[in-house]
């Protein structure tokens, strides 16, 4: 399991994903500053975790063919095609000499179709949720996405959530994952958010004992 932290949650018209920035290779921590978040097109945007080189270049040549699929036809990929196609070429991979070692998030919004979350893991398979996450910090998140997230939750709602979700992980995990980016796809597009990170959260009446 990935040492960082990628967590999202749908809401009535949107979908939030966060993803702490550090980068490290085994025990050695590089720099904090490496955003997890890819812009895939307007309306769609994929977190990933994994190899550091995988990630990277597979978010690049996913996002390039849904940029080529616009050019060519006047139109983006749904969320959900988009996972598909994302989620073939992983399982296409795997059958080859180059394996990426990816998992990941894919957000999106439609017009006819609303918001869309899919959890992709590293071996191409797909499902379409409310809230998920990959890596060691997800661990201590899943009940509290489970309890707080609804079918009517706005925004402010769930950047709450990741909020205590974050607290969570600071206190109890051993590996110090300080900076949280946060993203929000909707019918707008897509926007970064405010970090979450010891900063934001220091004036922040946020309890602990829920």
């Not at 994903?17 to 550090?22: G, I, Q, R």
């Not at 006819?112 to 060691?136: F, K, R």
């Not at 959530?161 to 949280?180: D, T, Y």
Request: aromatic share 10%; glycine share 8%; with cysteine.
């Amino acid at each position: 399991m990935a040492m960082e932290t990628i967590l999202g949650i749908k809401g009535r018209d949107f979908v939030m994903l966060a993803s702490d920035t550090m980068q490290a290779k085994s025990l050695i921590f590089m720099k904090d500053d490496q955003s997890k978040i890819h812009r895939l097109s307007d309306f769609s945007m994929m977190a990933t975790v994994g190899d550091g080189g995988d990630t990277i270049q597979f978010s690049d040549y996913i996002s390039k063919n849904l940029h080529l699929y616009k050019i060519s036809n006047g139109y983006h990929l749904s969320p959900k095609a988009a996972a598909h196609f994302t989620r073939k070429n992983l399982a296409d991979y795997l059958r080859t000499n180059t394996r990426y070692q990816v998992a990941m998030l894919l957000a999106g919004y439609d017009e006819s179709e609303g918001p869309d979350l899919h959890y992709i893991d590293s071996y191409g398979a797909s499902q379409s949720i409310n809230h998920a996450g990959h890596g060691w910090g997800s661990i201590f998140c899943g009940s509290i996405l489970q309890r707080y997230w609804h079918q009517q939750l706005t925004q402010q709602e769930a950047y709450e959530i990741l909020k205590k979700s974050v607290i969570e992980i600071q206190k109890r995990l051993i590996i110090n994952l300080r900076n949280f980016d946060v993203y929000v796809v909707d019918k707008s597009g897509m926007r970064q958010m405010e970090p979450i990170n010891p900063g934001s959260l220091i004036h922040e009446n946020l309890s602990l004992n829920w």
